[in-house]
Structures are given as structure tokens and as C-alpha cells.
């Protein structure tokens, strides 16, 4: 049983089909696959890795409009691809799940919106970015206009004319800030901390490219590779040396001195931390935006919202018609509070303690459990689908490794990973996720590594292309 049916969901049953498994089933709370790319319809959303490796590399598209995907493009690749490979009769849509528990009796019984399962194996790939995180602000309930979240985007709310607030300035925020900035009469952006922003230069793709592509796919994927290259070469600022992030920085700078006419609001836009430190963010048409006579940027803290105004901290009174939030989303997603080990405790406790598992792979405490994404499995230096599909190949050996040694359970051993933990953490202390002077969810509350895999990635690719079962407790 796979949770999720987002790139994690529907290639892990592409690839179990393939290995022969057929008696699988995928559950959906949405009516709809495709996951984060179904759910976050704002303005602008679109992908912040080139389209070419944003995407699955047994499945290549050479039609893609730009160079980054837009939301509507990458929603149509996964049904798309769902639809060629019959994964479609494997989900079941607008099925929640409630709870999965482990049974010692060698399943997991699994509660759902539409009744109850049982599964030999379970697997999450619910994502990382499923559920909006907001701010606690005094007053928020009292509020009489419209709010609403980038991830529950009210498209039946016109903004035009209108004085809107936009709390937060993280990635969602970047893409529809300058696409709302033209229609609405004011926008004040309350912004805590800058983001680095370097560019974008996204553009359309000509027919003459496509047409290439679609005749010789071999230029394809050396465009492929040649993202990878240029991609994993972030992780000589993330983790290898703090002083390869100048060159990154430059950039950054360069990017708002051209951008930005006015030196006041290029000193509030330059960001006081290390460049990737946060997450970097890629765009063109974010900084012009700010720089216009309708936007104000605002730094000062929020005091309280009344029914039609925000109050800052130093009294200062903002009238507004809406609230936007672009505020990101939740470290623990609901469905971790949902998985609940042999002993009782759920992922989420788990993880609330200290991000953990094996790989990403897999967690000690839950038998014949799997997942994507986990801690210390995403990469910040690297496209997820990349890293989904080094945890599909791993996950994949190890049902076949499973089916063909007649196993009944398997469950990593908690000494192997502790072993990994205690390296995930001796390779992060001298990063800059942790050691770049700014907080977010690259950080833990305490400063550690929230799970980012402090490695390159085609390393952890070669640790995961096969099951490790001598890591495992086995029982036939």
C-alpha cells in the first residue's frame, strides 16, 4: 500500500509493477494525483529546477513549453505518465487515511475515509510540502476581509483594486507577488528575513527544440546531465565549504543592485544570513515588483489584526481589504501523527524527538514500512525526483529481495540507524544550513540539521541502488 499520489506514488507503482508486483493500491485524499502540483494552483506557481530534470528519467518529455514547468504543464506530465504506465486503476481518489498501525500479527491495519485495510507493506510518499503552516497573529480571527493561504489559493476572490497584505517571502510568495503586484491597488509585504534571490532566466522553448528533442532523445538527457552537474555544484556551498558561496552571493547582490533602483529598499531586500543558509530562490520578476509605487515592504513586526487594518509593532496602522499567506507549509505533515509503530508511537512523535530514519528510506520501530523524502533522503543541492528515484530503486530491491527469500518482515536494525544519524550529524555541523546565521526549516528548534542529506547526491545514489539486507532484522 503506497500513501500519496504525487511523483513519489506513481513512480514507485511504475516501478513495482514492473518488478512484477501487481497487487498494490495507492490512496489519494485528493480527487486528483499529481500531489503538491494538484493542490498549489496560485499565480505563477511553477517548478525552481529546469524541466528537463525536474522529471522522471525513465519517462523524458521533449514537449515541455519552458524551461521551468508551470504548475498546470507538470500536473498534465504525471497524468500523463500515470495514464501510459495503468497506475490509474491503482489509486483509489478522495481517500483519506486516518490511521496505520502495526499489527504484531505481521500487517499494518490501515483506517481510511471510505473503511478499513490491511497491507504487508506500507509505504509513505507523502511529500514533504502537503499541509500550510500559519502564523499565530492576535486578532486574526476577527479579521472581516478575505484570507487565505498560497496552498488554498481563492480564485473566486478578485484582487483587483483591492489593498492587500502578503505575510511571508518564501518561494510561493516569490512566484505570485509579481504576478498579483500589477492588479491590486496597494501591496504591503511583511517580510521577517530577505531571501536570496538569483536568476531565473527562464524562457520559452522553440518548436525547432522540441522537435530535436522528440528525434534524438540523447540530447535530452545530456541537457539532463548537465543540470545535474550544475545543480549538484551547490553542494559546495551547503556542505563541503562555506567560502564557495561567494561567488553565489555576488550573483545574488548583482541581481538587486540591477533590479532595484532604490538604495533604502536594496538595503531592506539584502539578506543579513549566508546564501543557502535558506533555501535560494530563482526569479526575474520578484525584486522589479517590489520596486513599484504600489508596494511597500514592511520589516517591523505585526502587533495585532483588526477587523479591516494590520497594527505593527511600533502602532503604525495598515488598512487592508485581504491577507495572503505565503508562509510555507508544516515540517510534520498530519499523515506522520498517523503511522504509528510496533511500540505505539507515531512517526511524528519520532521525529519530533529528532529527525530520523535510515536512508530516508525507512524508520527502526516500523516493520515492513518505507518512505520517500524521509530525513536525511532530500537533498538540498539537488532535484527531489532525483533522490524520489534512488529511494524507488531502494524500496523496489527490497520487496524483490523480500518476495524472492520468502520474508514476512523486515525492519532496519536500530544500531545501523543510529550509526547513519550520527554521520548525518557530524557531516552537517560545519554546514551552512546550520552555521549560516538564520533560521527556517532547514533547522530543527535545537539548530540541527532538519534532514538534509549532507552528502552528494550521486553518493547516495550509489548507497541506495541495493538493498542492504544484512542492515535489516528479518523474519520469515
Given at each position: 500500500?503506497?500513501?500519496?499520489?504525487?511523483?513519489?506514488?506513481?513512480?514507485?507503482?511504475?516501478k513495482?509493477?514492473?518488478?512484477?508486483?501487481?497487487?498494490?493500491?495507492?490512496?489519494?485524499?485528493?480527487g486528483?494525483?499529481?500531489?503538491?502540483?494538484?493542490?498549489?494552483?496560485?499565480?505563477?506557481c511553477?517548478?525552481?529546477?529546469?524541466?528537463?530534470?525536474?522529471?522522471?528519467?525513465?519517462?523524458?518529455?521533449?514537449?515541455?513549453?519552458?524551461k521551468?514547468?508551470?504548475?498546470?504543464?507538470?500536473?498534465?506530465?504525471?497524468?500523463?505518465?500515470?495514464?501510459?504506465?495503468?497506475?490509474?486503476?491503482?489509486?483509489?481518489?478522495?481517500t483519506?487515511?486516518?490511521e496505520?498501525?502495526?499489527?504484531?500479527?505481521?500487517?499494518?491495519?490501515?483506517?481510511t475515509?471510505?473503511?478499513?485495510?490491511?497491507?504487508?507493506?506500507?509505504?509513505?510518499?507523502?511529500?514533504?510540502?502537503?499541509?500550510?503552516?500559519?502564523?499565530?497573529?492576535?486578532?486574526?480571527?476577527?479579521?472581516?476581509?478575505k484570507?487565505?493561504?498560497?496552498l488554498?489559493?481563492?480564485?473566486?476572490?478578485?484582487?483587483?483594486g483591492?489593498?492587500v497584505?502578503?505575510?511571508?517571502?518564501?518561494?510561493?510568495?516569490?512566484?505570485?507577488?509579481?504576478?498579483?503586484?500589477?492588479?491590486v491597488?496597494?501591496?504591503?509585504?511583511?517580510?521577517?528575513?530577505?531571501?536570496?534571490?538569483?536568476?531565473?532566466?527562464d524562457?520559452?522553448?522553440?518548436?525547432?527544440?522540441?522537435?530535436?528533442?522528440?528525434?534524438?532523445?540523447?540530447?535530452?538527457?545530456?541537457?539532463?546531465?548537465?543540470?545535474?552537474?550544475?545543480?549538484?555544484?551547490?553542494?559546495?556551498?551547503?556542505?563541503?565549504?562555506?567560502?564557495?558561496?561567494?561567488?553565489?552571493?555576488?550573483?545574488?547582490?548583482?541581481?538587486?543592485?540591477?533590479q532595484?533602483?532604490?538604495?533604502?529598499?536594496?538595503?531592506?531586500?539584502?539578506?543579513?544570513?549566508?546564501?543557502?543558509?535558506?533555501?535560494?530562490?530563482?526569479?526575474?520578476?520578484?525584486?522589479?515588483?517590489?520596486?513599484?509605487?504600489?508596494?511597500?515592504?514592511v520589516?517591523?513586526?505585526?502587533?495585532?489584526?483588526?477587523?479591516?487594518?494590520?497594527?505593527?509593532?511600533?502602532?503604525?496602522?495598515?488598512?487592508?481589504?485581504?491577507?495572503?499567506?505565503?508562509?510555507?507549509?508544516?515540517?510534520?505533515p498530519?499523515?506522520?501523527?498517523?503511522?504509528?509503530?510496533?511500540?505505539?508511537?507515531?512517526?511524528?512523535?519520532?521525529?519530533?524527538?529528532?529527525?530520523?530514519?535510515?536512508?530516508?528510506?525507512?524508520?527502526?520501530?516500523?516493520?515492513?514500512?518505507?518512505?520517500?523524502l524521509?530525513?536525511?533522503?532530500?537533498?538540498?543541492?539537488?532535484?527531489?525526483?532525483?533522490?524520489?528515484?534512488s529511494?524507488?530503486?531502494?524500496?523496489?530491491?527490497?520487496?524483490?529481495?523480500?518476495?524472492?527469500?520468502?520474508l514476512?518482515?523486515?525492519?532496519?536494525?536500530?544500531?545501523?540507524?543510529?550509526e547513519?544519524?550520527?554521520?548525518?550529524?557530524?557531516?552537517s555541523a560545519?554546514?551552512?544550513?546550520?552555521?549560516?546565521g538564520?533560521?527556517g526549516?532547514?533547522?530543527?528548534?535545537?539548530?540541527?540539521?532538519?534532514?538534509?542529506?549532507?552528502?552528494?547526491?550521486?553518493?547516495?545514489?550509489?548507497?541506495?541502488?541495493?538493498?542492504?539486507?544484512?542492515?535489516?532484522?528479518?523474519?520469515?
Open positions: 500500500m503506497i500513501v500519496g499520489a504525487g511523483f513519489g506514488g506513481i513512480g514507485l507503482a511504475i513495482l509493477r514492473q518488478a512484477g508486483f501487481d497487487d498494490l493500491v495507492i490512496l489519494e485524499r485528493a486528483d494525483l499529481g500531489g503538491t502540483w494538484q493542490a498549489n494552483t496560485y499565480p505563477g511553477a517548478c525552481d529546477v529546469p524541466s528537463q530534470l525536474y522529471s522522471y528519467s525513465f519517462a523524458p518529455n521533449p514537449n515541455w513549453s519552458r521551468y514547468g508551470r504548475q498546470a504543464e507538470i500536473l498534465e506530465y504525471l497524468r500523463t505518465v500515470a495514464t501510459e504506465h495503468d497506475v490509474l486503476r491503482h489509486i483509489r481518489f478522495d483519506e487515511l486516518l496505520a498501525r502495526w499489527d504484531e500479527a505481521g500487517h499494518w491495519r490501515v483506517a475515509s471510505r473503511g478499513e485495510l490491511t497491507a504487508d507493506f506500507l509505504i509513505s510518499a507523502t511529500g514533504l510540502f502537503a499541509e500550510a503552516k500559519y502564523p499565530s497573529l492576535p486578532g486574526l480571527d476577527t479579521f472581516a476581509g484570507t487565505f493561504h498560497s488554498h489559493w481563492d480564485h473566486e476572490y478578485d484582487l483587483t483591492k489593498r497584505a502578503v505575510i511571508g517571502t518564501g518561494a510561493s510568495a516569490v512566484q505570485f507577488v509579481p504576478e498579483i503586484q500589477p492588479r491597488a496597494e501591496l504591503v509585504l511583511f517580510q521577517r528575513s530577505a531571501p536570496w534571490i538569483v536568476p531565473r532566466l524562457r520559452r522553448t522553440s518548436g525547432p527544440e522540441r522537435l530535436l528533442l522528440r528525434q534524438i532523445p540523447m540530447v535530452g538527457k545530456a541537457i539532463r546531465g548537465g543540470w545535474f552537474t550544475a545543480i549538484e555544484g551547490f553542494g559546495l556551498v551547503g556542505f563541503v565549504d562555506k567560502r564557495f558561496r561567494h561567488p553565489y552571493e555576488l550573483l545574488g547582490r548583482l541581481q538587486l543592485r540591477r532595484v533602483r532604490n538604495p533604502r529598499l536594496r538595503r531592506v531586500l539584502t539578506p543579513d544570513y549566508m546564501i543557502g543558509c535558506k533555501r535560494a530562490i530563482f526569479s526575474d520578476s520578484y525584486l522589479p515588483a517590489l520596486d513599484q509605487p504600489n508596494v511597500e515592504v520589516t517591523d513586526g505585526i502587533a495585532e489584526v483588526r477587523p479591516h487594518s494590520i497594527v505593527l509593532r511600533d502602532g503604525t496602522e495598515r488598512a487592508v481589504d485581504a491577507i495572503i499567506f505565503g508562509t510555507g507549509f508544516t515540517s510534520t498530519s499523515a506522520f501523527e498517523r503511522f504509528i509503530g510496533r511500540d505505539g508511537v507515531s512517526m511524528a512523535e519520532l521525529y519530533r524527538t529528532r529527525p530520523q530514519s535510515y536512508l530516508g528510506a525507512t524508520l527502526a520501530g516500523f516493520p515492513n514500512f518505507f518512505c520517500t524521509g530525513p536525511f533522503g532530500a537533498a538540498g543541492n539537488q532535484s527531489a525526483i532525483f533522490m524520489i528515484e529511494q524507488i530503486a531502494y524500496i523496489v530491491d527490497a520487496l524483490s529481495t523480500v518476495r524472492s527469500r520468502g514476512r518482515r523486515v525492519e532496519v536494525k536500530p544500531r545501523v540507524q543510529q547513519f544519524l550520527n554521520e548525518m550529524e557530524r557531516r560545519s554546514t551552512v544550513w546550520v552555521t549560516g538564520c533560521t526549516y532547514y533547522q530543527t528548534p535545537d539548530g540541527r540539521n532538519a534532514g538534509l542529506y549532507p552528502n552528494w547526491s550521486f553518493q547516495y545514489r550509489q548507497r541506495t541502488s541495493r538493498f542492504d539486507i544484512d542492515s535489516y532484522e528479518v523474519n520469515a
